[in-house]
């Protein structure tokens, strides 16, 4: 039943066997509504897809509503511009209803810079907050703080077990690890080496490419697969050991693909691999920036596996607009598919319009 553009408050409260005020007052989330009438409306309003008008809603309830989104600054890696993207977009939908978005940034490789901005960010006393917590021991306190001061908030990028949100959006990071393992050993009989590049990140704090390495290791531990050899490596490119640490991995005879477990990191392989006429080495990295796509392009890089940075910030903030404008349920995780991009497929891609 998909009547959501034309149906009238009274065919709801017919449906829903209330009156025509309940229907009023649970959709402009004003006066008084029983449990009961309130799961009847709520019921049929979610089999019919039915949405207010949202500039109604707005002016009905009299009420504008303040988001904090908090992110790493996006001026130091472009993922984060990604996301900022879509925070941008959100803000460019939602303003027009009484939707303000305040965008806090904090500093990619400072851990205190994330709880002062957390903090800094609740004291403005928002009404909801979308974060990318990529700091796993630093996040916990924060997840306390909220729910102290009880403001709802929406993860995305990074999930957090110890967490309670309103919802998680991004993907399933554990088999995300898996995919890149199978795309890595996808014809590869002989035994060799596969190697897991984390790049600029520390490791022990972040959970998100903690699973990816989980999933990868996992891949390769089953089905038989023990003839592989799986070296992990945390490098840093501005240490001064780092040209000498890749030199060493990409020169072992025995080396046969690298998983690179970030965006940003997955053009730096690359360029090292270009530079030293190793495209022979099977890469697969993550994401569609500017950079990465130049790789993919010249075939340096095999597979992408694109996390859709943008996209995720956008969701996060609108099912928050939802959840706080219609108290709306939103699921628990929204997970996205692992889209594997090649150099054959990208064009049509891009072309629509899904990132």
């Avoid at 908090?70 to 130091?76: A, H, K, L, R």
């Avoid at 996060?316 to 090649?342: A, C, D, R, Y």
């Amino acid at each position: 039943m998909d009547l959501g553009k034309n149906i009238r408050i009274k065919d709801i409260a017919k449906l829903a066997g209330v009156s025509v005020g309940t229907v009023d007052r649970v959709i402009h989330n004003r006066g008084r509504v029983s449990q009961e009438a309130l799961k009847k409306v709520t019921s049929v309003m979610e089999q019919i897809d039915y949405k207010p008008n949202l500039i109604a809603r707005t002016l009905g309830s009299n009420k504008n509503y303040r988001i904090a989104a908090i992110i790493p600054n996006p001026e130091q890696d472009p993922y984060w511009s990604q996301s900022n993207k879509g925070i941008l977009q959100a803000q460019a939908e939602w303003t027009q209803y009484g939707i303000n978005i305040d965008l806090h940034v904090f500093d990619l490789f400072n851990k205190e810079s994330f709880i002062t901005t957390v903090q800094e960010a609740i004291a403005t006393k928002p009404d909801g907050i979308v974060v990318a917590p990529i700091f796993y021991h630093e996040a916990l306190p924060v997840f306390d703080l909220l729910k102290t001061e009880q403001i709802p908030y929406v993860l995305f990028n990074t999930n957090i077990p110890e967490a309670t949100p309103l919802s998680f959006i991004g993907q399933n990071l554990y088999q995300s690890g898996k995919v890149a393992a199978q795309l890595l050993h996808f014809g590869q009989e002989n035994p060799g080496t596969f190697a897991v590049l984390h790049m600029d990140e520390d490791i022990q704090d972040s959970l998100h490419l903690v699973e990816k390495e989980k999933g990868f290791r996992e891949y390769f531990s089953s089905n038989g697969k023990a003839k592989f050899e799986i070296m992990a490596l945390n490098l840093n490119p501005s240490d001064s050991a780092f040209e000498t640490q890749l030199n060493e991995l990409v020169n072992n005879p025995n080396l046969k693909g690298i998983f690179v477990t970030t965006s940003k990191g997955s053009a730096v392989a690359a360029s090292f691999l270009e530079k030293h006429s190793k495209k022979h080495i099977r890469l697969i990295g993550y994401d569609l920036l500017d950079e990465n796509l130049k790789y993919l392009k010249t075939g340096t890089i095999d597979f992408l596996i694109h996390q859709n940075p943008k996209r995720q910030a956008f969701l996060g903030i609108s099912h928050l607009v939802n959840h706080l404008m219609f108290k709306k349920s939103m699921p628990q995780q929204e997970l996205f598919p692992l889209e594997v991009i090649t150099e054959e497929n990208l064009g049509s891609y891009l072309n629509s319009g899904l990132h």
